[in-house]
């Protein structure tokens, strides 16, 4: 039977914080994420700059922001898709009570699963797009039929439709149902993190100077932030666990033929 929303919440929470030191590195580097991609781009502007000084032409820069903006991009992405799906495999071993696999071995493992993840990502992010741009409705559907694409890859070794197909034929029968467990769980977590930051906040401003409260309501958010984005991740897993080992019988492959 599929997980219910407190069960959702509660196995999440659990699942997380009970194990957070063996998940440190992966949160620390979730955290890292960001400041990478700030580089990344600061990059590209010294080299704006640095052809600029050469006497570059406006000509020349239009490619160069195409290639180097596509490489660096490309670079974020698996760099990102390399810590996900170890971090992804590392929750389903402590999910199952399995051996986990240690952080080296576990991104040797998994490198494979890299691209093909990172490309089923992108083919439902455009595909949420496209049925965003027609209308609301469309971009939701597609959303909701498409949640476990990019788990399929990792765990099944799914690829591009064939992804989009398996998460689909857990959705169908019961869209109304997932909806509703791939918001709500996030949302309180959510809703849960802003409340703590606000009461931070508050009380910084209340017994602090001006300059410290700024400081500490700072690095009180980042630090929050850090720890929310995983836990986001862990919702969205426990879920998919939980909706592989409750797939609706009446679902046939006819049903699902088509993305």
């Not at 030191?21 to 600061?42: G, I, V």
């Not at 820069?61 to 990102?80: K, T």
């Not at 051996?99 to 991104?107: C, D, E, G, H, Q």
């Not at 977590?189 to 409260?213: E, M, N, R």
Request: aromatic share 14%; hydrophobic share 60%.
């Amino acid at each position: 039977m599929l997980y219910t929303i407190p069960e959702i919440i509660e196995k999440s929470w659990l699942l997380y914080v009970k194990h957070l030191k063996q998940l440190w590195l992966y949160l620390l580097l979730f955290f890292l994420l960001s400041p990478l991609f700030s580089l990344l781009f600061l990059s590209l502007v010294t080299i704006h700059g640095v052809l600029f000084a050469h006497g570059a032409g406006l000509a020349l820069f239009l490619p160069v922001d195409i290639i180097l903006g596509l490489a660096f991009l490309i670079a974020y992405i698996l760099i990102y898709y390399f810590v996900f799906v170890s971090f992804c495999q590392t929750i389903k071993q402590l999910f199952d009570g399995t051996a986990v696999t240690s952080f080296l071995t576990s991104l040797k493992l998994n490198k494979l699963l890299v691209v093909s993840t990172a490309w089923v990502a992108i083919i439902v992010g455009l595909v949420i797009l496209g049925g965003s741009l027609l209308l609301l409705i469309p971009g939701l559907i597609f959303t909701i039929w498409y949640v476990f694409s990019v788990n399929e890859a990792i765990f099944e070794g799914k690829i591009a439709g064939s992804a989009l197909r398996a998460s689909k034929q857990l959705v169908v029968g019961r869209w109304w149902t997932i909806l509703f467990r791939v918001v709500i769980p996030p949302l309180i977590f959510v809703i849960a993190t802003v409340l703590l930051q606000f009461i931070i906040s508050w009380l910084a401003y209340a017994f602090l100077s001006q300059g410290a409260a700024d400081v500490l309501s700072a690095i009180t958010s980042t630090l929050l932030n850090a720890f929310l984005v995983p836990l986001l991740t862990v919702c969205n897993l426990v879920l998919y666990f939980s909706a592989k080992t409750s797939q609706p019988v009446a679902v046939t492959p006819a049903t699902i033929k088509t993305v």
